[in-house]
């Protein structure tokens, strides 16, 4: 089965600097997708960010961008000229390219404050 | 507009009581899901549902039941036999195609009395 690993549960930025956000899974798949969700204190789960597996450019989106290293099976994400609009619990999901409406599987999260 | 909601936003539960959370979408989208939140565990799912009137239990389908009769509707019944129903439930959908990407509803925070 696969498993998404959030290694770190809690991370702090000053504000206006770069932070990067850790995400490792475990798939014997070639073909899926990544993302990154984010979840403000209004606990309302927003899109981030989403990689196709196929595709070797990484994505980005604004202020976020990603570090897809597929050998690895790592997905970072980079948030740059960080703001106090982006402390979070931020999301790494993963889910199978082309298999129905199965369900995303989430890692446990990690928590981001941003300090003025 | 286009999107999810779940009522009620706050529900309250007695020992013994049976509750059921709403989940509507105007998306068009196929399938629907269920996740249950609580503090430090990331989302867990619950129940999904991939077409009307066929659903799949989740990792923790147990004290929870389903239905899916309308393709905008999913219910969640949070039975008695659940028996620590107090979290946050969200509910999401996603379309057939392209992006493939999963949409989620502002959620509904459960309280036992």
């Known amino acids: 089965a696969q498993t998404v690993t959030q290694s770190q549960p809690e991370m702090s930025v000053q504000e206006a600097e770069t932070v990067t956000l850790s995400c490792t899974y475990d798939?014997?798949?070639?073909?899926?997708?990544l993302f990154w969700y984010k979840q403000p204190p209004s606990r309302q789960m927003i899109l981030v960010i989403r990689?196709?597996?196929?595709?070797?450019q990484n994505a980005t989106e604004n202020r976020f961008s990603v570090n897809f290293q597929k050998a690895a099976k790592s997905f970072s994400l980079k948030i740059s000229d960080s703001q106090l609009g982006d402390a979070a619990m931020y999301f790494c999901?993963?889910?199978?390219?082309?298999?129905?409406?199965?369900?995303?599987?989430f890692g446990k999260g990690t928590r981001l404050s941003v300090i003025a | 507009d286009g999107g999810i909601t779940q009522s009620p936003k706050y529900l309250f539960r007695k020992e013994g009581q049976n509750v059921t959370l709403s989940c509507e979408q105007n998306?068009?989208?196929?399938?629907m899901y269920w996740y249950r939140q609580d503090p430090g565990q990331g989302l867990r799912l619950i129940y999904y549902?991939?077409?009307?009137?066929?659903?799949q239990k989740g990792d923790i389908a147990e004290g929870y039941s389903v239905s899916r009769e309308k393709k905008e509707s999913f219910p969640l019944t949070v039975t008695s036999a659940q028996k620590n129903p107090t979290a946050f439930y969200l509910c999401?959908?996603?379309?057939?195609?392209?992006?493939?990407?999963?949409?989620f509803g502002p959620g509904t925070r459960l309280l036992v009395l």
């Open positions: 999901a993963y889910r199978l390219r082309n298999s129905g409406n199965t369900p995303l599987v």
């Open positions: 798939t014997s798949e070639s073909d899926y997708y």
């Open positions: 990689q196709e597996a196929y595709k070797q």
């Open positions: 998306l068009n989208h196929d399938a």
């Open positions: 549902s991939q077409i009307v009137n066929d659903f």
């Open positions: 999401a959908s996603m379309g057939g195609g392209p992006p493939e990407t999963q949409y």
